[in-house]
Each structure stands twice: as structure tokens, then as C-alpha cells.
């Protein structure tokens, strides 16, 4: 059976002589491995629609192992990302992190949608010449964090997170990690050592507008760069602790 899926394409990898294996996240199928036969050949058409970076519509035939290419339409081939080599290292360290996070569970329906019209969305504004670097964070940071959300990994930012009464209003709050917020009472007889990361009311807040909101929301917000580092610091230990292994942002 043949079918159509649009989807992004995040990594590519040769085998046999001519044929490559890619792996796409797809707006209707989630994260997919599939299979192009002869796109190494001088004459194939469908390599240019297939490159890492690309947005594509692709036709697929359903195989036994791996489904198919049949044929590409191209939406989108991010060719400002593609000039620099430095958004490239960028965009393909995001990349991995997602295809970690993805390795166990996929995400299909309605949070599949969203979560890939995230990604486009976040491609496109680090497509542009004069992106704002504050927004291109925050939309990327709300990528990651639905992403956490949806799979079932979030941390408690509504009560706390040991005895889950209400949070009182302060100006900092103290995230123990994967865990959640933990009111200063509870501090007191936790001891905790490590994995405790200091955050503002204001992240708080952002947080909770990643996770409530849709990601399209982020670019809306108004962050300064002392906040985006901290939204960064909490990603990095919270990503570490879910994938067993230090994350780069």
C-alpha cells in the first residue's frame, strides 16, 4: 500500500551501495526509519527532497522492515540553516536529543501534530537571517519541554512535589530533579545533596505556560538572558536525568 506523510527529515545513513536508511519525524506517524532504494546513483531525483534539514511530503511504499520511498515533494529546504555550518552542528545536536527522547515512544495523533508543527515552526524562525536568539530559545526550550510533558517525564511545577500542598508565592523556588518543586518545608527534612537547581517565579511561570500552552505560544513570551540561561540549566539536568547521559544546548 502506498501512502504520504509530511515529515522532517533529522538523519541518514548509507547502505548497501546505492540505498540509504533515513530517519524522519512525521506529522501523521511519528519518528519513522525508512529506506530509499538507489538514492546514491548519480541519477536518482529523490536525494535532494531526503537530505538532513528538509521538510518534505513523502511518498512511501509499507515494506516488511522498512516502509518505502516512492516519491518527495518538497515544502521546505531551510537553505539559510544549510549555508551555516554552525546553525547545521545546531540543528542536528537538537536533533539527536529528540531522536533520543523518541527511541522507546513515538508520538502519534494530536500531540504528534503539535509537536511537529513545533518543529517546523522553530526550523523556520532559525531559518531567518536576523532571528532573534531570546525567541529562537524559548520556542526551542518549549519544544523540549512538551516533548518531556507528553512523554510522561514532567516534573511537578503545580504543588509540591513531596507533600503536594499548594506552592506559596515567592521569588525563588527549589526544583529537585526529576522529581518537581519542593516547598521549603519539605526542604528542610529531604536533605538533599544534589540535583537541587534554584528557580524564579518568573521561569516558573514559563514552565508552566510550556506545559499548559501550545508551542507556538513561546515565541509570545518575553524572556531576558539571565532567564533563558536558567530555563537552559534546568533543561540540560532535567534532559540528564530522563536519557542517563549529559545533553548539550
Not at 74 to 93: A, S
Not at 164 to 193: A, H, N
Amino acid at each position: 500500500m502506498i501512502y504520504k506523510t509530511h515529515a522532517i527529515i533529522i538523519s541518514s545513513n548509507e547502505v548497501k551501495e546505492y540505498d540509504r536508511f533515513y530517519g524522519i519525524l512525521s506529522a501523521e506517524h511519528g519518528k519513522k526509519d525508512i529506506i530509499a532504494k538507489g538514492v546514491r546513483k548519480i541519477t536518482a531525483k529523490l536525494a535532494c527532497g531526503l537530505e538532513p534539514i528538509t521538510y518534505s511530503e513523502i511518498f512511501l511504499a509499507e515494506g516488511r522492515a522498512y516502509d518505502r520511498v516512492t516519491g518527495v515533494i518538497i515544502h521546505d529546504q531551510f537553505t539559510e540553516i544549510k549555508k551555516d555550518l554552525e546553525k547545521i552542528k545546531e540543528v542536528r545536536k537538537f536533533f539527536k536529543i529528540i531522536d533520543w527522547l523518541l527511541r522507546e515512544k513515538s508520538l502519534e495523533g494530536e500531540e504528534g501534530r503539535e509537536f511537529f508543527d513545533g518543529l517546523v515552526f522553530y526550523l523556520k524562525l532559525f531559518d531567518q537571517k536576523d532571528s532573534d536568539n531570546l525567541k529562537l530559545q524559548l520556542v526551542k526550550f518549549a519544544v523540549l519541554w512538551k516533548l518531556i510533558y507528553w512523554l510522561g517525564f514532567q516534573p511537578q511545577i503545580f504543588c509540591c512535589a513531596n507533600c503536594s500542598e499548594k506552592l506559596k508565592e515567592q521569588d525563588f523556588y527549589q526544583m529537585i530533579l526529576p522529581s518537581g518543586i519542593v516547598c521549603e518545608d519539605c526542604l528542610k527534612t529531604l536533605r538533599v545533596v544534589s540535583q537541587k537547581q534554584r528557580t524564579s517565579k518568573d521561569v516558573l511561570k514559563i514552565l508552566r505556560i510550556y506545559y499548559q500552552k501550545n508551542i507556538k505560544t513561546a515565541f509570545k513570551l518575553k524572556i531576558s538572558s539571565q532567564q533563558a540561561n536558567e530555563i537552559r540549566r534546568l533543561t540540560i539536568v532535567a534532559l540528564g536525568n530522563i536519557l542517563g547521559r549529559r545533553v548539550d544546548l
